[in-house]
């Protein structure tokens, strides 16, 4: 659709924009969602379209979890880093790499109650893509998994 064409860049306070999203979240869910680090960071981003991406990573560490979910905000002179952790059963290793696939979902069973069709991790790289921030996951097994969306440099309007 035209929709996906276009782009509407706009400063945005990023440290403002993951608050209001966790707030929404720990609205709808009743759960807690820590968040650390400080703000405002200013970006040329997206708004909703990083809006979006949030929410479709906190509902995954919430629907995979079970315990709070803290996110972490971190800048450097590289760019910032958006880090979203949960504590839930973490992603298999041979199930890592196909996580970007439409409708791929890990261990049909245990995720049947949570429902879902496959579509959100798909979703978020075509956004990542989009908006050029990075998108890297790391899991542990029986330990949890950690989302990093980094914003690089050249979009922050940074005190470095
Ligand atoms: P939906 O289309 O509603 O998002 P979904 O959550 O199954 O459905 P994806 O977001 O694409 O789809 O995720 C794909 C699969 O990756 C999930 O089914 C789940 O097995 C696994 N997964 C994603 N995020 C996590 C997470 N934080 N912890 C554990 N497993 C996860």
Redesign the pocket.
């Known amino acids: 659709s035209n929709e996906q064409l276009v782009r509407s860049i706009e400063v945005v306070d990023v440290f403002e924009l993951v608050e209001t999203t966790l707030q929404s979240m720990h609205t709808a869910y009743n759960r807690k969602f820590l968040l650390t680090g400080e703000g405002p960071i200013y970006a040329n981003t997206d708004l909703e379209q990083l809006r979006q991406l949030l929410f479709?990573l906190l509902?995954?560490?919430r629907?995979?979890?079970e315990k709070e979910i803290k996110t972490t905000l971190l800048e450097n002179e590289l760019g910032t880093k958006i880090s979203i952790m949960?504590y839930?059963?973490?992603?298999p290793k041979k199930?890592l790499e196909h996580?970007y696939n439409r409708f791929?979902?890990?261990?049909e069973d245990r995720?049947r109650k949570?429902?879902?069709?496959?579509?959100?991790?798909?979703i978020?790289k075509d956004i990542a893509t989009r908006i050029s921030v990075e998108l890297t996951i790391e899991?542990v097994v029986g330990f949890g998994?950690t989302?990093h969306i980094f914003i690089p440099k050249d979009q922050i309007l940074s005190n470095f």
Not at 104 to 107: E, L, N, P, Q, T
Not at 114 to 122: E, R
Request: hydrophobic share 30%.
């Open positions: 479709i509902d995954n560490a629907k995979y979890s949960d839930g059963n973490g992603i199930d996580i791929y979902r890990v261990d995720n949570t429902g879902g069709t496959g579509l959100g991790m798909a978020a899991s998994t989302v």
